[in-house]
């Protein structure tokens, strides 16, 4: 392409001074209205003289010159930034980011940037854009940039994990009947698997093998299932000890050769019902094949002694149980002067209280005035509040005294045996000391008097009489022993 001058008409004055210095071409435009120009040159035409008159002889005579200018140089703009990118699917892309425009007549021409083509950022494919710029003179620019959105490959969802359970439960006894599948329930610990604590609402089914096995006795196996809403199975085994909820009490007895003997009269059996009720047993029955059967029986109600009664309890479902009781039976002639002392080893447990009160209460005794009792090689243990502190063996010696006949002794062994959990390490002891003197308010009391008088007539009848209230007073105390067990 041709580069284009410009000329300018130059008037000069007949003494050479510029005048004007208008352009050719506008010159060329005040003379015609509209001249022909061609994008690849343009051609000035020299303007018509025209024909002006001669000036007055005092008028300067004016020149007109023409003087050429430096031609001016044409440049092309220039488009920075255009580049291909490659992006990925859903990314934000802008067009116009980094794309410059300049030109070194016009300056800066970025805004005067435009482009064709679109982009869709959120479907894979190869996209074109074409970027163009003008100048003031109409000169152009173009460059094209390729954008690639690349598909992005969508990961497969996480397989839920499996939830299970862990099972927390110990064995356990039930009675027969009941219902087994709430006793598990309500002693079952869920947990997950991350030790976090949950419930049977988080799960899809909970069952037991054996919802039954409560109608027999024994030892069941139980295996229990909780199944978690993915169907994962957590499982665990269990020993469930069925029984009838038998409870047996029984009383050793003491017996004069004046009553009649009721072997039942020192036990009674009661099992358990399915609704938690207690049904009493009484004698056994062939046809049942349940209640209390007399197995041994020693007594001789004509011969003083210690005798042993023994039983065996029949449940309804089968369960046997056996006991046994002591009976000590006296024998007395009216007119015997003998003193008759009775006394049966004891048991206790550490923590129980014990009074001279309670160990002169265990002695039963007949034709005496006084009895009393001493500690034989150790003495027992105490607290402040007459309570036992020690487990051991420990050996008592009771007498039994009346004016004018042989004192009668006997000695009983205490055991006191350890009991669970019984802790007492601030206590503060103190020895329980006895004396076997006869008269003392610890360790003896005053029995009935048998009628000692100076008229041997009014002594056989006051002790006849005597006997007779204390063998009904015996039977009474003993009777209500019982039906306060009832």
């Known amino acids: 392409m041709k580069t284009t001058g410009f000329k300018r008409l130059m008037v000069v004055s007949s003494c050479g001074l510029v005048l004007s210095g208008t352009p050719v071409a506008m010159a060329q435009e005040l003379v015609e209205p509209s001249q022909e120009q061609t994008t690849e040159e343009t051609t000035i035409q020299e303007p018509e003289v025209l024909e002006q008159e001669q000036p007055a002889p005092e008028q300067e005579e004016i020149k007109a010159e023409v003087v050429n200018e430096a031609p001016v140089k ?9 580049k291909n990118h490659t992006i990925k699917e859903g990314e934000t892309f802008d067009p116009k980011d980094g794309v410059t425009a300049q030109d070194e007549q016009d300056g800066d021409l970025t805004d005067q940037i435009q482009f064709t083509g679109s982009v869709d950022t959120n479907q894979a494919g190869t996209y074109t854009l074409t970027y163009s710029v003008k100048n003031l003179l109409g000169e152009s620019a173009t460059a094209t940039a390729i954008i690639q959105v690349e598909k992005i490959e969508k990961q497969a969802a996480p397989l839920p994990q499996p939830r299970a359970f862990t099972l927390e439960i110990n064995d356990f006894t039930a009675l027969r009947h009941s219902d087994l599948k709430a006793q598990i329930i309500e002693r079952l610990v869920l947990k997950e698997v991350n030790g976090d604590p949950a419930t049977l609402d988080d799960v899809a089914t909970f069952t037991i093998d054996q919802p039954d096995a409560t109608n027999t006795l024994g030892e069941k196996t139980i295996s229990l299932s909780v199944t978690a809403s993915d169907g994962t199975v957590s499982e665990k085994t269990i020993t469930v000890t069925v029984v009838s909820g038998l409870r047996i009490e029984t009383a050793d007895l003491t017996v004069i050769d004046e009553e009649s003997f009721d072997p ?58 056996e006991r046994s009781i002591r009976v000590t039976v006296i024998v007395k002639q009216v007119f015997d002067p003998t003193i008759y002392l009775t006394v049966n080893d004891q048991d206790m447990t550490v923590g129980e209280e014990l009074t001279s009160e309670k160990i002169l209460g265990w002695a039963e005794v007949l034709g005496a005035s006084h009895i009393a009792y001493e500690i034989v090689d150790q003495v027992i243990p105490v607290d402040a509040y007459n309570r036992l502190t020690t487990a051991g063996s420990y050996r008592i010696r009771y007498t039994a005294t009346k004016e004018g006949v042989p004192s009668v002794q006997k000695e009983i062994t205490l055991t006191v045996r350890d009991r669970v959990c019984y802790s007492a390490p601030t206590i503060q002891k103190r020895i329980l000391r006895t004396s076997p003197q006869l008269g003392s308010v610890r360790t003896e009391r005053t029995l009935p008097k048998t009628g000692e008088t100076k008229s041997g007539l009014l002594n056989p009848l006051l002790g006849l009489s005597l006997i ?8 009474e105390r003993l009777l209500s022993k019982l039906m306060g067990k009832k």
Do not use: C, M, W
């Open 74 to 82: 044409k440049t092309l703009p220039v488009l920075n930034g255009v």
């Open 468 to 475: 007779g209230l204390v063998a009904f007073l015996k039977r």
């Open 264 to 321: 039942y009269a020192g036990i009674q059996a009661f099992e358990t019902a399915s609704d938690g009720s207690e049904i009493r047993l009484g004698a056994y029955d062939p046809a049942t094949k349940t209640g209390i059967e007399v197995i041994k029986n020693t007594v001789d109600l004509n011969k003083a002694g210690l005798y042993e009664v023994r039983y065996r309890v029949h449940t309804s479902l089968g369960e046997t149980a």
